[in-house]
């Protein structure tokens, strides 16, 4: 059975270790030699760059996130251990883990690393689709030839020279489809590297819950239960015709996964379909002065992210959550679309407005969405806003004398509250 060694990429055929550098750290599968789509995901992405750039944190619960009222961006294996998870409310993580070190994210650190990340990438494939700053979809289909070796060395090679070069770890997941890839990443994490062939697809499938969908979320999840669809199993009983007709669209989709089939490509440009802004405040609030300023300053992010990608929102949509954790979202569709703070903020505003007396909230967010290119924003006048002209001409004064100048050279008084 062919196997490779995961610390000096030896290719060899038998054994338990390496023969080679003797070490265990193998994986070996039938079909080894022969996939091509992987799945990569950082381990313990945020917190794994705080402990390289903190080397006393190294054997320490470290939660990235942020106050008391906050959530938990990323959590290392250590504090995962104790029971913290990604989006858990920071309030129950410190119950969890009490002497957890709890450290703000720094994005542009985080970004920054990502494309490092990246960049090994590239000498590996073309075929890149990021799905977030730590994950991200492979094909090397053809790349063989291009390296002298499969596909599974090049994956291997690459998570080496992260921990190596980078000082951040990632596991892989091998398989003939996105789909399987990325179920194959979380199969053995931390520092994992897993292999789902054609051949096992059915019998590896058949058990598992149906929970391990990607996309599949809590709704969907209770709807399926109520089918009686809790494993792949259970969905193998379903006619096609009659999963469309339960679930709509998701029902062929789910046909299809339950017999592990993917036909979706590795996308390098895969569209962007949204962007966002929120923040969860240390105390509920329904100030308004103070939901003003918070408003306005999503509404720029928003703005300056559209703006940098060449994108603008036919949609406008508002987040809140209430004391008891109950989410409202309200979303306007405009005329045409927009990148610009001043309308997005106008638009946001407005449905804040009409929700005033449900507050006060503990969590504020704004975007755009149905995004378009940059050209097609913002070109006609509105004839029920006569000045709106005049504030998009001094907002894009506004960017060039920051864009030059930095981000505090303007500020709007509305963004100081």
């Known amino acids: 059975m062919p196997a490779l060694c995961r610390d000096c990429l030896a290719e060899f055929d038998h054994g338990t270790r390496c023969p080679s550098c003797g070490r265990p750290r193998i994986v070996r599968h039938d079909e080894l030699w022969d996939l091509s789509i992987a799945h990569m995901d950082c381990d313990a992405f945020y917190a794994t760059v705080e402990k390289r750039e903190n080397p006393e944190l190294a054997d320490k619960p470290v939660i990235v996130g942020g106050g008391k009222r906050g959530v938990v961006s990323t959590a290392c294996y250590v504090a995962r251990i104790r029971g913290v998870r990604s989006a858990m409310p920071m309030f129950q993580a410190m119950k969890l883990c009490p002497d957890a070190v709890v450290v703000k994210p720094r994005m542009e650190l985080y970004v920054e690393v990502s494309r490092q990340i990246r960049a090994?990438?590239?000498?590996?494939?073309?075929?890149?689709?990021?799905?977030?700053?730590?994950?991200?979809?492979?094909?090397?289909?053809?790349?063989?030839?291009?390296?002298?070796?499969?596909?599974?060395?090049?994956?291997?090679?690459?998570?080496?020279?992260?921990?190596?070069?980078?000082?951040?770890?990632?596991?892989?997941?091998?398989?003939?489809?996105?789909?399987?890839?990325?179920?194959?990443?979380?199969?053995?994490?931390?520092?994992?590297?897993?292999?789902?062939?054609?051949?096992?697809?059915?019998?590896?499938?058949?058990?598992?819950?149906?929970?391990?969908?990607?996309?599949?979320?809590?709704?969907?999840?209770?709807?399926?239960?109520?089918?009686?669809?809790?494993?792949?199993?259970?969905?193998?009983?379903?006619?096609?015709?009659?999963?469309?007709?339960?679930?709509?669209?998701?029902?062929?989709?789910?046909?299809?996964?339950?017999?592990?089939?993917?036909?979706?490509?590795?996308?390098?440009?895969?569209?962007?379909?949204?962007?966002?802004?929120?923040?969860?405040?240390?105390?509920?609030?329904?100030?308004?002065?103070?939901?003003?300023?918070?408003?306005?300053?999503?509404?720029?992010?928003?703005?300056?992210?559209?703006?940098?990608?060449?994108?603008?929102?036919?949609?406008?949509?508002?987040?809140?959550?209430?004391?008891?954790?109950?989410?409202?979202?309200?979303?306007?569709?405009?005329?045409?679309?927009?990148?610009?703070?001043?309308?997005?903020?106008?638009?946001?505003?407005?449905?804040?407005?009409?929700?005033?007396?449900?507050?006060?909230?503990?969590?504020?967010?704004?975007?755009?969405s149905d995004l378009v290119a940059a050209d097609q924003a913002d070109r006609g006048g509105d004839l029920l806003d006569p000045d709106a002209g005049k504030r998009a001409a001094a907002e894009r004064a506004t960017d060039a004398i920051r864009a030059r100048f930095g981000e505090t050279a303007i500020v709007k008084g509305r963004g100081l509250r």
């Open 120 to 368: 090994l990438m590239e000498e590996l494939t073309p075929a890149i689709e990021p799905l977030s700053l730590d994950e991200a979809f492979l094909d090397l289909t053809g790349t063989a030839r291009l390296h002298g070796h499969p596909p599974a060395v090049m994956m291997a090679r690459l998570v080496k020279r992260m921990r190596e070069e980078l000082g951040v770890t990632g596991s892989v997941g091998l398989s003939h489809n996105k789909f399987l890839a990325k179920i194959a990443s979380d199969l053995d994490k931390p520092h994992g590297f897993s292999v789902i062939g054609k051949a096992e697809t059915a019998d590896f499938l058949r058990p598992k819950s149906v929970r391990m969908i990607w996309g599949v979320g809590m709704a969907s999840q209770e709807s399926l239960e109520r089918a009686g669809i809790r494993t792949f199993e259970d969905l193998l009983r379903w006619e096609q015709r009659d999963l469309i007709a339960r679930f709509g669209s998701m029902g062929q989709r789910l046909w299809h996964l339950a017999r592990g089939e993917d036909t979706r490509r590795v996308m390098r440009n895969a569209p962007i379909k949204s962007i966002s802004n929120e923040t969860t405040f240390n105390e509920d609030t329904g100030d308004h002065d103070l939901l003003d300023g918070h408003l306005w300053r999503m509404c720029e992010k928003v703005s300056d992210r559209a703006k940098a990608k060449g994108m603008a929102g036919r949609v406008v949509t508002l987040k809140v959550k209430r004391a008891d954790f109950k989410l409202i979202t309200r979303r306007q569709s405009l005329g045409d679309a927009t990148q610009m703070a001043d309308r997005i903020y106008r638009v946001a505003r407005g449905m804040l407005d009409g929700l005033e007396r449900q507050g006060p909230w503990r969590l504020l967010g704004a975007g755009i």
